[in-house]
């Protein structure tokens, strides 16, 4: 009985961390825009935090899509879909 009373708790536990670090990371974006609203000092750099910002969605875009495959082999088909995808929303 006890042991079902532990891994209850144990299954808790790790629940409650679980839904904690998701509820903070949906609560970040929110967070930095009303930051950046009424922080006048991070005003002046706005266009610089967002090419941060920018810089680091793309680089974890591109390791999740390219290194995908086994063994992290280089697809050429990715690559050319990217570029169409490129094309394609440069002329839109």
Known sequence: MTCIIERMRSCCRRSFVYHS???????????GS???EYNDALQNYQTQ?????????????TTI???SNQGHAFNI???FSIL?????????
Do not use: C, Q
Not at 21 to 31: E, G, K, R
């Open 34 to 36: 009303i930051t950046l």
């Open 49 to 61: 935090i967002t090419a941060i910002v920018i810089g680091m969605l793309l680089h974890i875009a």
């Open 21 to 31: 670090a998701l509820f903070i990371f949906a609560i970040m974006s929110p967070f």
């Open 77 to 79: 088909r990715k690559l």
């Open 65 to 67: 899509l390219f290194e």
């Open 84 to 92: 169409l995808a490129f094309l394609i929303s440069y002329f839109i």
